[in-house]
């Protein structure tokens, strides 16, 4: 599984349920990558959303632990270990995991690629995602060049587990 997140310098990802920053060139990827694939969020992340939908031309695949919710094109899983099930019938390397805070920390341990946008900026925050940095299982094998949005630094880090 695949894990894409954007992150600030100080690996926060959001505020208030809402990202911290939206950057066209950042959604552009975000969608060039995951467009055809199959998308595991949780439940606050997909109500984020403009209209709380699920996202377009994309098997969306939502964790709540609520019985009764449900959404129309989206598959709805309660647990874990039912999101696993469910995920066996795709091809591993198709699955991404889209956050948010809580679902991210759950699914890093079944993850070995992960794609971030690094933002070179504190902002105040409320949702983290794990220091990949500080963890020895994970390393970085590729980097863009650095890019600017108005006065904003920011770049396309690939990291891969390596243990
Ligand atoms: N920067 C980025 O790339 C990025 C990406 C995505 C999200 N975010 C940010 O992350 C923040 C949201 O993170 P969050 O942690 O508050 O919410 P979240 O992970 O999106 O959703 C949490 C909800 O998911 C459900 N859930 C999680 N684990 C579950 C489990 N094991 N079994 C059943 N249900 C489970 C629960 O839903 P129920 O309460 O319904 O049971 C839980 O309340 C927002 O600020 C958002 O903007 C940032």
């Given at each position: 599984?695949?894990?894409?997140?954007?992150?600030?310098?100080?690996?926060?990802?959001?505020?208030?349920?809402?990202?911290?920053?939206?950057?066209?060139?950042?959604?552009?990827m975000?969608?060039?990558?995951?467009?055809?694939?199959?998308?595991?969020?949780?439940?606050?992340?997909?109500?984020?959303?403009?209209?709380?939908?699920p996202?377009?031309?994309?098997?969306?695949?939502?964790?709540?632990?609520?019985?009764?919710?449900?959404?129309?094109?989206?598959?709805?899983?309660?647990?874990?270990?039912?999101l696993?099930?469910?995920?066996?019938?795709?091809?591993?390397?198709e699955?991404?995991?889209?956050?948010?805070?809580?679902?991210?920390?759950?699914?890093?341990?079944?993850c070995?690629?992960?794609h971030?946008?690094?933002i070179?900026?504190?902002?105040?925050?409320?949702?983290?995602?794990?220091?990949?940095?500080?963890?020895?299982?994970?390393?970085?094998?590729?980097?863009?060049?650095?890019?600017?949005?108005?006065?904003?630094?920011?770049?396309?880090?690939?990291?891969?587990?390596?243990?």
């Amino acid at each position: 599984m695949n894990i894409i997140v954007a992150a600030d310098k100080n690996w926060a990802i959001g505020k208030d349920n809402k990202l911290l920053v939206s950057i066209p060139a950042d959604m552009k990827m975000f969608r060039q990558e995951t467009t055809g694939k199959v998308v595991v969020m949780g439940r606050k992340t997909l109500e984020s959303f403009p209209n709380g939908l699920p996202l377009k031309n994309r098997t969306n695949i939502v964790l709540t632990g609520n019985k009764n919710y449900k959404v129309k094109d989206a598959i709805i899983v309660h647990t874990i270990e039912e999101l696993l099930e469910e995920i066996k019938k795709y091809p591993s390397e198709e699955v991404y995991c889209i956050g948010g805070d809580s679902v991210y920390k759950q699914l890093l341990p079944y993850c070995d690629i992960a794609h971030v946008t690094k933002i070179d900026f504190g902002y105040e925050a409320d949702s983290y995602f794990p220091n990949l940095d500080e963890m020895p299982e994970w390393e970085i094998t590729a980097e863009s060049d650095e890019q600017t949005y108005f006065d904003l630094e920011y770049s396309f880090v690939k990291y891969e587990r390596v243990k």
